[in-house]
């Protein structure tokens, strides 16, 4: 009984947020099921791939923001990029840079 009560107390307090969110889980897992490139893994490996071989800073840019969010939300995704291959590239990367105008956002990401 007392599990009972504090599940209708709780939905009555949270019942339209937690709708809303179900719905944003639900359409999240239809659009990775439709579109597999956009999962966080595999953004996360598009990242890594990016940065083993940059050909524009915009690109090392968005390939360093990619990972910093796959890795804030995934386990397997900071695994991903603790491999040793990966922290090359991201080291190699970053020595790349100097403190100009140009280089900046992507030291910031």
Do not use: I
Not at 34 to 51: D, F, I, M, Q
Not at 55 to 74: G, P
Request: aromatic share 2%; charged share 30%.
């Amino acid at each position: 009984w007392r599990g009972h009560a504090a599940r209708v107390q709780a939905d009555k307090t949270f019942g339209p947020r937690m709708a809303e969110l179900r719905s944003l889980v639900k359409r999240s897992r239809a659009n990775a099921k439709s579109n597999p490139a956009s999962t966080l893994g595999a953004r996360a490996k598009a990242a890594v791939a990016t940065l083993h071989a940059p050909r524009k800073l915009r690109e090392v840019r968005d390939a360093l923001r990619d990972l910093a969010v796959a890795t804030r939300w995934s386990k397997k995704c900071r695994a991903l990029a603790c491999d040793e291959k990966a922290l090359k590239a991201l080291l190699r990367t970053t020595r790349r840079c100097d403190r100009s105008a140009a280089h900046e956002p992507v030291l910031a990401a």
